[in-house]
């Protein structure tokens, strides 16, 4: 098959996997995604996924990867928090909640790490495009969401120094947060060792 071909069916997809493939395509010679990854046109995420390296550089792309390459899932942890800079770190794992089991990736585009969440957990997460085109769009925790995964998924943040070394944004957390919408998420999970936690992060920024 033709690239040019394969590129008209497949392009918008963005990141497509070795079923869709065949799908379309029952005769489809597996050899050309050996041929046109080591050529530069397509790029292995992992194992039975693909993604057109045209993509790689727009905005979101591995939050999109993220999502696609391990499903149900949404992103969260620190390089959620990074994204709406409540933390102030570059983050280098892309990470994920998902309600299947912890994993983790590494490939060309990163790495990319989940934590496992009870299934009534699954929630606080909105939408966004990844291009311009919206057509495509990458799950991503709430702010709200994205603190309380982050304090019930790690227990060493449970003290007033170990919350404050994680050096959150005392502008957005005082003036930009939700309050609410953090009370309604914490009664989901009710857990006590999460409410002490939130205790004192209230106290910390005036919350």
């Known amino acids: ?13 963005a990141l497509f996997s070795t079923n869709q493939v065949y799908a379309w395509y029952p005769d489809f010679d597996k050899n050309n ?9 397509i790029i292995k995420i992992r194992q039975g996924f693909y993604c057109f390296s045209e993509y790689v550089s727009q905005p979101n792309f591995d939050f999109f990867v993220a999502n696609t390459i391990y ?22 794992q892309t990470t994920s909640i998902s309600t299947l089991k912890t994993m983790f990736f590494k490939n060309d585009l990163g ?31 709430q702010p709200e969401k994205a603190i309380l995964d982050l304090l019930y998924i790690y227990p060493q943040y449970s003290t007033e ?7 959150f944004d005392e502008y957005i957390m005082r003036k930009e947060l939700n309050k609410s919408r953090l009370k309604k ?11 002490k936690k939130i205790e004192i992060l209230q106290k910390i920024y005036d919350l």
């Open 1 to 13: 098959m033709l690239l040019q071909n394969f590129k008209k069916q497949f392009f918008e997809l």
């Open 33 to 41: 995604f050996t041929r046109w990854a080591k050529q530069g046109y």
């Open 71 to 92: 499903s149900p899932s949404y992103i969260s942890l620190h390089t959620a928090l990074a994204f709406y800079g409540i933390i102030p770190e570059t983050v280098v």
């Open 111 to 141: 790495q990319f790490s989940y934590s496992k969440i009870k299934n009534d957990l699954f929630c606080g997460y909105s939408s966004l495009p990844f291009n311009s085109t919206g057509k495509r769009v990458v799950l991503i925790a």
């Open 161 to 167: 120094e170990e919350i404050l070394n994680l050096r």
């Open 185 to 195: 998420y914490l009664k989901i999970f009710d857990n006590r060792a999460l409410n």
